[in-house]
């Protein structure tokens, strides 16, 4: 409570043990699916034997050598495309179904915030336009604790029911990282990730519930569809927009239809929190290139 008597949002320091084990538990738990470690030497060599074999085909016969390249990278493209074509062929219409329970399960909502110090009140306007009781939420926003500024934006314009995490300095500083220090404290049932720029639909969280309802107890992820909401701008942001569309509105939910393995989004990917505790949560090591802004 401030000195005039007003709430503040609770903040909460995660000190450097805790951010030592949030960003190497993977790592100790599963070595060989830690991306802490590049290559085993079974990859390194396998990679140095493709490497000699084409430089010896090259070697010996180039025109030959990049025919059959040609070709298969024809084959290869051709595929893609078909894939695609197919893929929108067997369009489905998007999940409507939202959920009412009699009983609000808790819902956590990792957001992981760095030098974002700019967009913080507008994510935290954001989380309050969901349509979920307030009483079941768990909002935690991970940030840096020497990111004072991101510090101070969020500690400005967060309502009490939102807990700030000030993660002390560990290496890796990834955003993986931060989301294993929320997911050690996550309440809830089910956990989802937003991101800084995210502006999630107010009915998301009540959509992705639903699904898991219809989806069974072996149902562990949902992915909700991203769409980029500047693709008016310019021809590339009109590329990337229809990129994203086509991503996340037929590929990932064909590759789902058919049950084979699908790559998730960076954010807006909802979990059963047990399952995803048992699983190691993730691994800091393993950063794409969207989260690259988080290492230093």
Known sequence: MGADGELLPVTVSIDANAARDAGEAFHRAFPRQSAKRVFHITQACLLLAMLGGLGFALYRDAGLTLGVLHLV???????????????????????????APARWPTYTILC?????????SDLIAALGRLDYPIHALDIKLLIEADDVDTLAAALAVAPPHIEILAIAPAAPRTKPKALNAGLARARGEYVVVYDAEDRPHPQQLRAALAAFADGGPHLACVQAPLSIDNGHASWISRQFAAEYAIQFREMLPLLSRLGLPLP?????????????????????????????????
């Open 264 to 296: 998730l989004g960076g954010t807006s990917n909802h979990f059963r929190t047990e399952t995803l505790k048992a699983i190691g949560g993730w691994d800091p090591y393993n950063v794409s290139e969207k989260e690259r802004t988080f290492i230093e």
């Open 112 to 120: 992981p915030l760095y030098r974002e110090a700019n967009v913080a």
């Open 73 to 99: 990278a024809f084959a290869l493209f051709a595929c893609a495309i078909a894939w695609r074509l197919y893929a929108a062929a067997s369009l489905l219409p998007a999940m409507t179904r939202l959920a």
